[in-house]
């Protein structure tokens, strides 16, 4: 009996656990990549139409964040970079990552 009952604990905490999730904004598609635009687009413009993701920030106040655009069989990554100021200015897409 004891066993079960270690065993039903065992089964309900393994249920809970999962991988972590994508943090808000990281999952976004072809319409909103196309409306990042180098030059134009803001830091505030980013998180209003495509929400907080990953980023890494530099000392230099340069920050990049990135993006996943879901693919078949995978996802394709999108890193934007933003100058000091806040302002996009580049944005590469590397093609095809295999989901985990």
């Known amino acids: ?20 999730a994508a943090p808000p904004g990281t999952l976004v598609t072809a319409e909103q990549v ?4 180098p030059g134009e687009s803001t830091r505030a413009s980013l998180l209003a139409t495509l929400g907080a993701t990953r980023k890494v920030s530099f000392d230099s106040g340069v920050e990049t ?23 996009v200015r580049k944005l590469r897409r ?6 985990p």
Do not use: K, S, T
Request: contains cysteine; proline residues 6%; glycine residues 10%.
């Open 1 to 20: 009996m004891r066993f079960a009952v270690v065993l039903a604990g065992v089964l309900v905490l393994g249920a809970c656990a999962h991988a972590p």
């Open 34 to 37: 196309r409306a990042i635009r």
């Open 65 to 87: 964040w990135l993006y996943q655009l879901p693919v078949a069989g995978g996802f394709d990554e999108i890193v934007v970079l933003l100058d000091a100021q806040g302002v």
């Open 94 to 99: 590397r093609a095809h990552v295999p989901a």
